[in-house]
T-cell receptor, first 114, second 113 residues
Framework: DAGVIQSPRHEVTEMGQEVTLRCKPI?????LFWYRQTMMRGLELLIY????????DSGMPEDRFSAKMPNASFSTLKIQPSEPRDSAVYFC????????????FGPGTRLTVL | AQSVTQPDIHITVSEGASLELRCNYS??????LFWYVQSPGQGLQLLLK??????LVQGIKGFEAEFKRSQSSFNLRKPSVHWSDAAEYFC???????????FGAGTRLTVKP
């Protein structure tokens, strides 16, 4: 079975540009998570969805960040406008269990904002 | 809320040597404990988890971890390290009551030939 799929794997953009990260969870999983990983702050949960509904977005750093899950097989994380401090690796994870149980991670998108 | 501490940022061991990675947690109720491994350029992969029962848990790739409630610890061990074990290792605590999951800062493992 395919794991969690993320695209693009690498993204380089300039400050002020819009960035869209994409995620396809494992088929049959009903929860999806977006994480951000940086050296300074480690792995941070940004938002998670259950059955396509956002449950907790308290980790979203500011209004420039938004996430959607229009259906069970696709989610996007958008940053508009992007800033250099948004540079990080963004992971998507999914599970068919609860948030506090095993999560299955995608390979990540490395975002560089110049 | 629960918290996780991995005291060692970076550990270097020789190939064939034993390994122990430390993890301490803070949580008022029964924790659900996990170890994940992140190879370079990859996402996190579950090594093992502890929910209840036997406090010594076996995982993939020859890893094991022991839950010690009295010490609030869940240390990861491997008797003989292989070069392919070089990676970053994350401890995590799941809190059922809070519906929350927290990851430690990670320990980077370097394996010397």
């Amino acid at each position: 079975d395919a794991g969690v799929i993320q695209s693009p794997r690498h993204e380089v953009t300039e400050m002020g540009q819009e960035v869209t990260l994409r995620c396809k969870p494992i088929s049959g999983h009903n929860s999806l998570f977006w994480y951000r990983q940086t050296m300074m702050r480690g792995l941070e949960l940004l938002i998670y969805f259950n059955n396509n509904v956002p449950i907790d977005d308290s980790g979203m750093p500011e209004d420039r960040f938004s996430a959607k899950m229009p259906n069970a097989s696709f989610s996007t994380l958008k940053i508009q406008p992007s800033e250099p401090r948004d540079s990080a690796v963004y992971f998507c994870a999914s599970t068919n269990r609860e948030l506090w149980d095993t999560q299955y991670f995608g390979p990540g998108t490395r975002l560089t904002v110049l | 809320a629960q918290s996780v501490t991995q005291p060692d940022i970076h550990i270097t061991v020789s190939e064939g040597a034993s390994l122990e990675l430390r993890c301490n947690y803070s949580y008022g109720a029964t924790p659900y404990l996990f170890w994940y491994v992140q190879s370079p350029g990859q996402g996190l992969q579950l090594l093992l988890k502890y929910f209840s029962g036997d406090t010594l848990v076996q995982g993939i790739k020859g890893f094991e971890a022991e839950f010690k409630r009295s010490q609030s610890s869940f240390n990861l061990r491997k008797p003989s390290v292989h070069w392919s074990d070089a990676a970053e290792y994350f401890c995590a605590v799941g809190a059922r009551l809070n519906n929350d999951m927290r990851f430690g800062a990670g320990t980077r493992l370097t394996v010397k030939p």
